[in-house]
């Protein structure tokens, strides 16, 4: 029955009966008596609670609305809310389930556009690191090698010095550009593209340990660039914020899908704010159906642990 319905009929039924009741066997006299002005007071208070019952029924299902629009967030798809309560409500709360798919498969797609054209820029930026700046250091180290050849004792070891720097330079630019563009993942495939992470991030008094599973479900290419993201993610937060000793990455084949677990052993998360990074972990995660839970690890620390669908992504 309608909201409208509901409060109309108990508001009509409460003064048919009261103008039913002054018309029959209830007077009410001038000055009112005392049994009268009781009738009168008794009758009032049962209309009105009669109607505070009502609103109140009616209105939960609002309120529940109201709370669920509040803490909505399409970065973490929950529950819809369940559709029910007078006619009016179910209609909003249905309105707002549809509403709210819709926000959130126009946000993936945006997302998707944004992250799809944010990896076209990273290969041009990498492919320009390597073959432009690349090869004019390279250029330069040749040189340098014929004028240390041609140099005079005195300046020998400056030009050796210089060598060294440009060198360094070099590996700088290169390492740059694996970074940005995870080659690896599309020569070695996922696998060794984690190895080859877990071996990159370990350095300066943090050991990062892998376990790949052998086998795994095939997955598209997204959801390989999805797991391999959020793993360097989760190992540049590791190495920046956590000041852990010993992290670990794994992936597990589950049976529908796999599941990738980033543990550190550092001091955890606690309450910062989510920056750009978890944020872009939540966004990756959307576009490939996977669900992403980062909390505190078994003991201490910070885990993440990301579940993709086998076939995720579009
Ligand atoms: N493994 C971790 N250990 C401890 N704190 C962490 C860890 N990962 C994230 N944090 C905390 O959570 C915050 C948000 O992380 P997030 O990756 O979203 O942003 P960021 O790393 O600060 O910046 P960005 O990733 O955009 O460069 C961090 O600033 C840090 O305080
Ligand atoms: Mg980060």
Do not use: C
Not at 102 to 130: D, F, T, V, W
Not at 151 to 175: M, S
């Amino acid at each position: 029955m309608s909201l409208f319905w509901r409060i109309f009929s108990l508001n009509a039924a409460g003064l048919v009966v009261a103008a039913a009741m002054l018309l029959g066997p209830v007077t009410v006299s001038t000055p009112v008596l005392p049994a009268e002005a009781l009738v009168v007071v008794v009758g009032l208070a049962l209309l009105l609670a009669g109607n505070a019952v009502v609103l109140r029924l009616g209105l939960a299902p609002l309120r529940r609305l109201g709370r669920a629009m509040a803490d909505a967030d399409l970065l973490r798809p929950g529950a819809r809310e369940v559709v029910a309560g007078p006619a009016e409500a179910a209609e909003l709360i249905s309105t707002y389930n549809s509403m709210l798919d819709r926000l959130q498969s126009e946000r993936a797609a945006g997302a998707a556009r944004a992250l799809s054209a944010q990896e076209r820029e990273r290969h041009r930026i990498a492919a320009e690191l390597h073959d432009e700046v690349g090869q004019t250091l390279t250029a330069v180290l040749l040189q340098l090698k014929r004028v240390a050849d041609r140099a005079p004792e005195g300046l020998r070891e400056e030009v050796g010095q210089a060598q060294e720097a440009t060198r360094a330079g070099l590996d700088e630019i290169r390492r740059i550009a694996r970074r940005l563009r995870p080659g690896v993942l599309e020569e070695l495939g996922l696998v060794s593209a984690l190895r080859s992470l877990a071996t990159e991030f370990t350095a300066h008094g943090l050991t990062v340990r892998h376990q790949v599973a052998a086998e795994l479900p095939p997955l598209t290419e997204e959801a390989e660039l999805v797991l391999y993201r959020v793993a360097q993610e989760g190992l540049t937060n590791t190495a920046r914020h956590s000041g852990a000793d010993r992290a670990g990455i794994e992936l597990t084949g589950l049976p529908h899908g796999v599941e990738l677990v980033v543990r550190d052993n550092g001091k955890g998360i606690g309450g910062s704010p989510e920056g750009a990074g978890l944020r872009g972990m939540r966004e990756r995660a959307l576009l490939v159906g996977a669900e992403l839970l980062v909390r505190p690890g078994p003991e201490r620390g910070t885990e993440i642990r990301l579940r993709v669908p086998a076939g995720g992504g579009r």
